[in-house]
Each structure stands twice: as structure tokens, then as C-alpha cells.
């Protein structure tokens, strides 16, 4: 019988306050998923502090890859190429990552791959859904993103839209800090609303002008943020499940109208939701229904497969890897990576 290689690819993720490595086989195959996070440490100071990310990352990676290897029950003589995030995000904490890879890359003389985080975050769609293959229209949602991406081929994108302002996740931190729920805001809000009223305040869905995908969530922070001010000045009491509930429509009614006027402009049958913001279950719902409606696929991936994690990584680094893009020793971070930029 003709035995096919299996590809496996070591792969790293340190952008923001995960440190997480994974191994991955023929990219869709996760062997192991190991990250270890930073959020509680986080926690204290309400949001990321880039200078203890970095510091937390290099206390951790070689832990997170040893781990990785052994849950895959591999050693680093039967991997075929290291994957690595290398931008965007913050830049203390994305050299970690790069400067381990670059080492055992050099080291064991492994080809490297370096990987824009977006893709990563599009293709852990692949892990579950071993039919979805592109093109399709892909909505990331995340702490430090909101792109609206047309999956024309693996490793080929147009952009859609994006954020003008506050990525989507963002918007949910800054709106739960102002109720007093704490950082990570987005699990928090979404906990709260369940108990609330989703129409009870009308915040408003921002239209963004010359651009018709474009997202624009500061006018709706400020609204949330001005709705409080305002009871507080009055002494009128504040319900913070109704405020979030109210906030948490506002953004899926939004993400959902793009996405739903896209597919239908594209004639996309398959919307897939990717990034942190893609774990919220109203969200998730919402999107469901509209695709449904429409006829149209509707994938997303597991939430431990949403929010930052090396899998996606290795599924990203494979697609590149069979195309025969390969990264030099020279390879740097680079905070404000655009996507499909090399
Ligand atoms: O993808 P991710 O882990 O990191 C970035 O690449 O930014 O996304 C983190 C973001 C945070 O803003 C967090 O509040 C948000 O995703 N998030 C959520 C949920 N879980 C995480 N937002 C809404 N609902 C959730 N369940
Ligand atoms: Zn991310």
C-alpha cells in the first residue's frame, strides 16, 4: 500500500497573553494543544500589560513546547517544520515566540514557517470541519481585530472590511470595565446578559460611510459609556445585565447585518465566525440563524479553538508549508502585520 508522509508541524503562539504550542499532523490533525495563559495575572491590572506578557512568555515557552511534544508523544527529530506567529500583536511578546522558533529552527535544522495570526485564527476552522475547504467568507472577531475576509484560496484573502476604530473584543473589555465586570470582558458580559433584556436600551448600529463592510464600535462604547454617566449624574438606578444585553445585541446585529449583505453580494454559500468574539453563544446563534436562512453553511470553531491557541497555528503553517513558503533566520515580528503581507 502506497503510505502517504505525514506532515507534523510543531507550532508556536505567543501574541498576546497566551503562550501556547501545538502539534499538528497533515493540518487538520491537532495531536495536542498546550497554552498556558497569562489572563489571571492580567486580571489585576484590568487589561494586558505588554512588559509582564513578555516576561510571562519567556518564563513559560520551552514548558508550553516540551508539554506540546510530549502530549503528541513526539520528539523534535520527528517534526517537519516549526510554525510561528510573527505579527501582529504586541511586539515584546511576539519576539518570544519568533526568537524560540528561529533557535530550534537553527538548531535541529527544521524549516520554519512564519504565520500571520488572522489566518491562524481563519483556519482553526479546519480543525473540526474536515469538509470546509475555500472559498469562503470568514468573520474574525477578536481582542485586537474585527475583519471581515473573503477566503479566495489557502493562504489567499481579500478583505472585506474591517474596523474603522475598536476591534469588537475590545469594545466588549472597555463596556465591562465600565460596568465594573473586569478583564476579560467579553466571557463576563456575555455571562450577565443572559440575565438581561436585549432590547431594553437602544444603543445604535453604527453605519461607517465609504466603506461598506467597515465596522465602527467606539460610537457604541461611548453611548454605553455616556448611558451610565447619565444615570449615575440622575441617581436613576442601573441594571448591568439589561446594559449588557442591550450592548451585546447592538454588536451581533451588526456583525451579523455585514456578514449576511456580504454573503449575499459574494454568492458565498459557506460564513465561517473565527477569533475570541466568535465563543460568544448569542453571536454564534444569531449568525446561525441568518446563514440558515439564507441557505448558507454556517461553521465556527470550538470555543478553546476561538480565543489565541497554537492549533490554528499549525493548521495556518501547513497550508503554507505543502504551498513551499518557507521563513529565513531573518525572520522578524512585526506588530502591525497586514494580512497577506509577506
Ligand atoms: O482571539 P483572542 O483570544 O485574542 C486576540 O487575538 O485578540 O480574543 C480575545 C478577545 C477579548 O477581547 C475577549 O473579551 C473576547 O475575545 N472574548 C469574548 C468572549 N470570549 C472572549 N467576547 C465576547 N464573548 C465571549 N464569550
Ligand atoms: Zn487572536
Known amino acids: 500500500m502506497d503510505e502517504q508522509k505525514e ?16 502539534v499538528v499532523v497533515n493540518g487538520r490533525d491537532v495531536r495536542s494543544n498546550v497554552i498556558s495563559s497569562q489572563i489571571p495575572l492580567h486580571t489585576l491590572y484590568g487589561g494586558v500589560v505588554p512588559e509582564i506578557a513578555s516576561r510571562k512568555h519567556i518564563e513559560k515557552i520551552n514548558l508550553v513546547i516540551e508539554q506540546a511534544l510530549s502530549d503528541a508523544g513526539m520528539t523534535l527529530a520527528e517534526i517537519d517544520a516549526i510554525g510561528v506567529t510573527y505579527g501582529p500583536g504586541l511586539i515584546g511578546a511576539l519576539l518570544v515566540g519568533v526568537a524560540e522558533a528561529k533557535a530550534i529552527s537553527y538548531a535541529a535544522k527544521i524549516p520554519l514557517v512564519g504565520v500571520h495570526h488572522i489566518e491562524g485564527h481563519i483556519s482553526a476552522n479546519y480543525i473540526e470541519n474536515k469538509d470546509l475547504e475555500p472559498p469562503f467568507l470568514c468573520l474574525v472577531v477578536s481582542g485586537g481585530h474585527t475583519h471581515l475576509v473573503r477566503v479566495c484560496d489557502y493562504g489567499r484573502y481579500e478583505i472585506l472590511g474591517r474596523t474603522r476604530d475598536d476591534a469588537a473584543g475590545e469594545a466588549f473589555d472597555k463596556v465591562a470595565r465600565a460596568i465594573g465586570l473586569g478583564y476579560p470582558g467579553g466571557p463576563k458580559i456575555e455571562k450577565i446578559a443572559k440575565e438581561g433584556n436585549p432590547e431594553a436600551i437602544a444603543f445604535p448600529r453604527a453605519k461607517v460611510s465609504g466603506g461598506a463592510y467597515d465596522f465602527s464600535f467606539s460610537g457604541l462604547k461611548s453611548a454605553v459609556l455616556n448611558y451610565l454617566n447619565g444615570c449615575r449624574m440622575k441617581n436613576l438606578p442601573i441594571c448591568e445585565a439589561d446594559v449588557a444585553a442591550s450592548f451585546q445585541q447592538s454588536v451581533t446585529d451588526v456583525l451579523v447585518e455585514h456578514a449576511m449583505r456580504a454573503v449575499e453580494e459574494y454568492g458565498m454559500d459557506k460564513f465561517a465566525i473565527a477569533g475570541g468574539v466568535a465563543a460568544n453563544g448569542t453571536i454564534r446563534s444569531a449568525m446561525k440563524a441568518a446563514c440558515e436562512k439564507k441557505g448558507v453553511r454556517f461553521y465556527h470553531p470550538s470555543p478553546i479553538l476561538c480565543t489565541d491557541n497554537a492549533a490554528m497555528i499549525g493548521t495556518a503553517a501547513y497550508y503554507d508549508f505543502i504551498a513551499g513558503r518557507r521563513s529565513g533566520l531573518d525572520l522578524n515580528a512585526v506588530a502591525n502585520l497586514k494580512l497577506g503581507e509577506s
Open 7 to 22: 506532515i507534523r508541524i510543531l507550532a508556536i503562539e505567543s501574541s498576546c497573553d497566551e503562550t501556547a504550542a501545538a
